[in-house]
């Protein structure tokens, strides 16, 4: 079935450093690949989107890539700040479906 | 423009019980999802109603039951409780066709 692997699941890095998160999709099918985060006791909110006709998409410090040949899709935050700190996770679906597909999240620490 | 609000934030349970969760989706909204989180996964796609009709389906058994009301607000019920049932449900509105979510903060259900 359908499947959104992510990696790592646990990241700490210094404030001002930069984070990577990676995940790989299964269904070949999808063209949507949007990343949420999710603070303590609060719903996943969207940070960032990328369709499968863009390769990579900015916005201020977070950016995120989409290799479609590999099924791989990254998102980078550089320059992080202690409030980054967060679940994030990255998601696939398809166009006018009905689901979405997450991953199982990492835990962003950034130490001020 | 109101958010996506849930009711109620915590409740517990006990096994061989029943559940109603609600949900008010975002202003405009016309489409309902609900996903379940357990602690430390990422959201799993429950269903999805559209315009008070089940749009699509996860691989959950038929215990899970919803509804949507004409104003697009949505409930889930949960039939003959199961400890496993213990987790964050979501929910998120949406327009259709467009894969953006706009979740909640989630009820919290714990049963003992």
């Known amino acids: 079935g359908e499947n959104v692997e992510q990696h790592p699941s646990t990241l700490s890095v210094q404030e001002g450093d930069s984070a990577v998160i990676k995940c790989t999709y299964s269904?070949?099918?999808?063209?949507?690949f949007p990343w949420y985060k999710q603070e303590l006791g609060k719903g996943p909110q969207l940070i960032i989107d990328?369709?499968?006709?863009?390769g990579e998409k900015k916005d201020q410090r977070i950016a995120v890539t989409l290799n479609k040949t590999a099924k791989h899709f990254s998102l980078h935050i550089t320059e992080t700040q202690p409030e980054d700190s967060a679940v994030y996770f990255c998601?696939?679906?398809?166009?006018?479906?009905?689901?979405?597909?997450f991953g199982a999240g990492t835990r962003l620490f950034v130490k001020a | 423009e109101t958010g996506v609000t849930q009711s109620p934030t915590h409740l517990i349970k006990t096994r061989g019980q029943q559940v109603t969760l609600r949900c008010s989706s975002q202003?405009?909204?016309?489409?309902v999802s609900w996903y379940q989180q357990a602690l430390g996964q990422g959201p799993q796609f429950i269903f999805q109603?559209?315009?008070?009709?089940?749009?699509g389906r996860g691989n959950f058994p038929p215990r899970f039951s919803g509804l949507q009301f004409p104003n697009y607000s949505s409930e889930l019920n949960v039939n003959a409780l199961e400890l496993d049932d213990s987790a964050l449900y979501l929910c998120?509105?949406?327009?259709?066709?467009?894969?953006?979510?706009?979740f909640g903060e989630g009820s919290r259900l714990t049963v003992l």
């Open positions: 990328i369709r499968s006709n863009v």
């Open positions: 998120a509105s949406s327009w259709p066709n467009t894969g953006e979510l706009f």
């Open positions: 109603y559209y315009r008070e009709e089940e749009n």
């Open positions: 998601a696939a679906s398809v166009t006018g479906g009905f689901k979405t597909i």
């Open positions: 202003s405009g909204h016309n489409t």
């Open positions: 269904d070949s099918a999808s063209n949507y």
